[in-house]
């Protein structure tokens, strides 16, 4: 994704010196870690000496990296302040044990998703030894209808944020993937009514998921919770009360925490 | 630690736009991850209505997120930037399995701790129903002199580096933190001599860990990780072969890997 499709880069080229220098990080993504100075050039439509001159501020400030070979990576110290953000810090830190259990005991990958502008954005994976491939990525994104956690996410978010998904269209990613309205809504509605999902082949094929939502202080969906193991599998009910327990344990501890993370959403 | 402590900062108030985000960006801080427009004010030492403004774009952007109280935490836009970081991302997503393989093992504290502007920077902590409280947190600081992870980065790193910490003083963090430097010296020295650390009682009383070094595609150490468990092990002897071994673990992957973390150090 380039700069052009983030928020505050989208009226054109950016106008202020902040907006440009976001615009720079921006173009590092998921799928791009690297940049050069022709990249970010092409990527924000700047002009090059613009260009070196907000890079050598980031640089000297940390957020970014020079590699000998004349390529940018993304530094340390914006690492550091971005482990702040309560999502990846104290949300995390909740989940860490719970994730640890339920990946001790089903040996698969286990993943913690929490909902980024209409994307479910992965905030943790473990995995040991999966008998799975999977595409997700610690800060990787992926489309909300097409993951398990995601659907999760959706089916307790707001209205327009279903909406969004909707008009934004259902794209295909695996052979299962849900690219129906109606049936997407129906799958929603019996997540709310069971207070999990069970996906099969919808983001992978040749992989399926069982996925619980975790609440804060509020009672509020803030993050969900999956376990993905092979779609050879031929009965997933039986993870469904260990995903369960384990975002239920995170949510528990998540309301006897006074600091909570997605406090900020409605405190 | 407030900007002025920060570099970019440190010439007074900051004079450039983009420093003065980033002065505004650094008033975040482990022990301090929320602040308020006074909070900041004070901080940096610039105007309320400066202040404002940055705040402002920095909210529109996501680096910061704005609560109901009034108060600023850092947002998960930047916390998604953030780990694309090198350190965070492929050496964090390359030592996570034997991490966890070590944590199976110790049923402890497993730590992978990179060096960060003269400090000890712990990038992933994985526990398991310790029997030991340690300090440590995910994208926090400690000392070099007073960690076991730190003191191996130490032992690998620049004289400079050294020179440097020498030169802050040692100070004392319990019973047995190294507080003479010719000790502190002759500690490193065995450390790159055997290839691990124990260290007793350095950081926290009570803890005890051992420590070994992770090299990059050059042989070069850019990570240690360690495991920490009760002072009151009698003989730590028998947790270095593990750790070691993890260590190597690592290291051999991060080889066979093409884009390599730590990379841009010198290629």
């Not at 069971?194 to 992978?204: A, D, F, L, P, Y």
């Not at 384990?246 to 006074?258: F, K, M, T, V």
């Amino acid at each position: 994704m380039t700069a052009a499709g983030r928020p505050g880069a989208d009226q054109g080229s950016p106008r202020t010196v902040l907006s440009r220098a976001f615009a720079i990080l921006d173009t590092f993504a998921e799928g791009q870690p690297e940049q050069t100075h022709g990249s970010i050039t092409r990527a924000t439509g700047m002009s090059p000496a613009t260009v070196h001159r907000q890079l050598a501020e980031l640089v000297e400030w940390g957020a970014v990296e020079r590699t000998r070979r004349g390529h940018y990576r993304i530094g340390l110290h914006l690492w550091r302040l971005g482990s702040l953000a309560p999502q990846g810090r104290e949300l995390r830190d909740v989940a860490l044990p719970y994730l640890q259990d339920l990946l001790e005991v089903t040996h698969e990958v286990v993943h913690l998703v929490v909902l980024d502008e209409n994307m479910a954005l992965y905030i943790e994976k473990l995995e040991s030894r999966p008998d799975v491939a999977v595409v997700s990525r610690v800060g990787g994104r992926l489309p909300l209808h097409a993951t398990g956690p995601g659907k999760v996410l959706l089916a307790y978010a707001p209205p327009a944020v279903l909406n969004e998904v909707l008009a934004g269209g259902l794209t295909r990613q695996a052979s299962g993937t849900i690219t129906d309205a109606r049936e997407l809504q129906r799958a929603l509605a019996e997540i709310r009514r069971t207070g999990h999902c069970i996906s099969r082949q919808e983001m992978t094929d040749g992989a399926a998921s069982v996925a619980a939502p975790v609440t804060d202080a509020h009672r509020r969906v803030i993050a969900a919770i999956s376990v993905v193991v092979p779609s050879s599998t031929p009965d997933l009910s039986p993870l469904v009360p260990p995903v369960r327990l384990a975002a239920l344990g995170i949510s528990r501890e998540l309301r006897s925490r006074r600091h909570v993370a997605g406090e900020h959403l409605d405190d």
